[in-house]
């Protein structure tokens, strides 16, 4: 199994400022046959059901923000958020679906 | 809009057996794969199952392989988690989840997400 780990397992940022979350891979989840990095970021707010964010690791789903970005490479991912509104406070997670079975980090709690 | 709904969580006792259903509206069902995640109470996200769009095809994480099996119904609209030979370990909130079109079951993402139903195994 791929295993998926976060850091940090929570982080504080100012409004305005810049959010860094970090996700790395136990092996690399970039496909050979079409060189895409098989990485999802989701963003969880209390009493609400995962959200989708980011899938090919740099990829925004339709309607998110442009402040929420993804990059990485094989095996080292990151999920930045720009400038940090109050709406963004939540439990990011990455995803792998690189081979089954689909894995998550263990999330990272971010707040203000 | 596109909507899942779960529902049939509740309280259920170790070694009896509870079946999930998904209800989706705003896309048709028999285009997408479907996959069912689990999240226990204050804890992270973990995949539970995924089944193909035509259901010939479905994948269970290890823990629950053997127990629960996944099965739709695409002219009801209606997606299934059979779960049987239940565990205290098996309590978590149920979402099931949308793949995206035309990826192959073992590469998906998911989005949306129902809002989840609670199943407590306890005795």
């Known amino acids: 199994d791929i295993v998926m780990t976060q850091s940090p397992d929570s982080l504080a940022v100012s409004l305005g400022e810049r959010a860094t979350i970090n996700c790395k891979s136990s092996q690399s989840i970039l496909h050979d046959s079409n060189n895409k990095k098989y990485l999802a970021w989701y963003q969880q707010k209390p009493g609400q059901s995962p959200k989708l964010l980011i899938y090919w690791a740099s990829t925004r789903e339709s309607g998110v923000p442009d402040r929420f970005s993804g990059s990485g490479s094989g095996t080292d991912f990151t999920l930045t958020i720009s400038s940090l509104q109050a709406e963004d406070v939540a439990v990011y997670y990455c995803q792998q679906y690189y081979s089954i079975p689909i894995t998550f980090g263990q999330g990272t709690r971010l707040e203000i | 809009q596109v909507q899942l709904v779960e529902s049939g969580g509740g309280v259920v006792q170790p070694g009896r057996s509870l079946r999930l259903s998904c209800e989706v509206s705003?896309?048709?069902?028999?285009?997408?794969?479907m996959h069912w995640v689990r999240q226990a109470p204050g804890k992270g996200l973990e995949w539970v199952a995924v089944?193909?769009?035509?259901?010939?095809?479905?994948y269970y994480v290890d823990s629950v392989r053997g127990r629960f099996t996944s099965s739709r119904d695409n002219s009801k609209n209606t997606l299934y988690l059979q779960m049987s030979s239940l565990r205290v370990e098996d309590t978590a909130v149920y979402y099931c989840a949308k793949g995206p079109h035309g990826m192959s079951p073992e590469h998906n993402w998911f989005g949306p997400w129902g809002q989840g139903t609670l199943v407590t195994v306890s005795s």
């Open positions: 089944i193909s769009d035509d259901g010939t095809n479905e």
């Open positions: 705003g896309f048709r069902l028999g285009s997408y794969v």
